[in-house]
């Protein structure tokens, strides 16, 4: 039988959730039994190609974000929103209450110890949007894993169901925010 | 006067002036509330106790009990019902739970377990409110309000000060405080108000007491909301 593919990716997010999910342990090798990895931060695959589940970390904060984004929901039949950012733009949404503007000649130009301060200007360089954005917002999403992180058990739990072809739910005992 | 009403099933008492959810708090049964506790007066603004009674949608915790009454608390569409409720509550606030210290002691987070919420489902507000936090020992993020309005009935009714109050029209409605310069360091709160412990979610906060349970020992994490709510209120009027 032909293994599950699966893609996964950090857009903004700081890569606890993929943490988390290596947090299975040594069930990682049973995974991997049954399922192997397409475009992911643990891959060398440069472009998501067609796979059963791909997982995305991080909310939505820049131009790449939205690319990377609707690249894998194209190429992925079930698309996981994984962890608070995905879901609600987590933390790094709190830089909605401030101008983009404001922020960056924060970082770049007025910040203690800026040497050679101007705003990075480079096209090389992915342009950030004005506010981060979860990613049901920019694509549907077919599963939300809630958390931040979601627990390894979360991860566990979801990806036993999806395998099996049982409809994935979560108990209360795994349902974090925090 | 008093008499029966009949809630999922099970035949449960009243006494005349109580509410079907004074009723079914006596008899052990949880409806999901936020803006509801017993003591005070019913505000019937969260809507999440919205039950039927005899076919049609009504609040619990403003609905007299009538004897004969058929109710159904527990049913996908009130489950339904009740998570897109929640789920517009966390849109429209900044409920970034990873980092507010009242996670695992809230009941808004508490609430949104127990309906087994997953996402938030609509597009999110952003809200941009100012944090007050200008009294010594009390603060105030006004972008985790929910406008239960516990504060401001707390104050009036047990503190007898009436600090608080909700101000504006729809979207743009807002916990005020009354003082001159609408700060809570020139009101009349103290630390020792109920008013000041009474917020379900984080949006009232006691300064310095942070983070001081362990993961895990925090009231949501081995017990259900319906369990602490029922273990911990007593009926309306009967504080």
Redesign the interface.
């Given at each position: 039988m032909a293994k599950i593919k699966v893609a996964t990716v950090s857009l903004a997010g700081c890569f606890g959730c993929h943490m988390s999910f290596l947090d299975i342990d040594e069930r990682l090798i049973a995974l991997l039994e049954v399922a192997e990895f397409d475009r992911s931060p643990l891959t060398d695959i440069e472009h998501c190609g067609p796979c059963d589940v791909g997982l995305i970390e991080g909310g939505v904060c820049n131009a790449e974000n939205v690319h990377v984004l609707r690249e894998f929901r194209k190429n992925c039949k079930t698309l996981v929103a994984v962890g608070a950012c995905a879901i609600n733009g987590g933390l790094p949404a709190m830089r909605n209450q401030f101008a983009l503007e404001e922020c960056l000649l924060e970082a770049y130009r007025d910040g203690i110890g800026v040497e050679n301060p101007h705003i990075p200007n480079d096209p090389e360089l992915p342009l950030l949007l004005d506010k981060v954005h979860p990613i049901h917002e920019i694509v549907k999403v077919d599963y939300f894993l809630p958390g931040c992180p979601p627990s390894a058990d979360v991860f566990w739990t979801f990806l036993s169901a999806l395998l099996a072809g049982r409809e994935p739910s979560l108990p209360y005992e795994l349902v974090h925010y925090d | 006067m008093s008499g029966t009403i009949n809630i999922d099933g099970k035949t449960v008492p009243y006494r005349d002036g109580q509410t079907i959810m004074d009723a079914a708090i006596a008899a052990g049964i949880y409806i999901p509330h936020l803006c509801h506790k017993p003591g005070f007066t019913p505000h019937g603004s969260c809507k999440l106790c919205t039950v039927k009674v005899n076919g049609r949608n009504c609040s619990a915790c403003t609905f007299p009990a009538a004897d004969g009454q058929v109710v159904i608390n527990t049913s996908d569409e009130l489950l339904q019902d009740r998570r897109r409720i929640t789920q517009m509550l966390?849109?429209e606030g900044?409920?970034?739970?990873?980092?507010?210290e009242k996670?695992?002691n809230c009941q808004l987070?508490g609430v949104?377990?127990?309906l087994?919420?997953?996402?938030?489902?609509f597009?999110?507000f952003?809200a941009?409110r100012r944090v007050d936090a200008s009294h010594p020992d009390i603060m105030i993020d006004h972008n985790r309000c929910i406008f239960c309005n516990l504060c401001v009935r707390a104050s009036r009714e047990k503190d007898r000060k009436n600090v608080f109050d909700i101000a504006g029209r729809g979207i743009n409605k807002r916990l005020i405080v009354n003082s001159v310069s609408g700060t809570l360091k020139d009101s009349a709160i103290s630390v020792d108000d109920c008013a000041a412990h009474i917020c379900p979610t984080g949006a009232i906060l006691i300064k310095r007491s942070a983070y001081r349970l362990p993961i895990g020992q925090r009231t949501y994490d081995q017990r259900?909301i319906s369990d602490v709510a029922l273990s911990g209120e007593v009926e309306h009027g009967q504080d």
């Open positions: - | 966390f849109v900044n409920h970034f739970c990873p980092s507010c996670s695992g987070q949104a377990y127990h087994n919420m997953l996402d938030n489902h597009p999110h952003y941009d259900q």
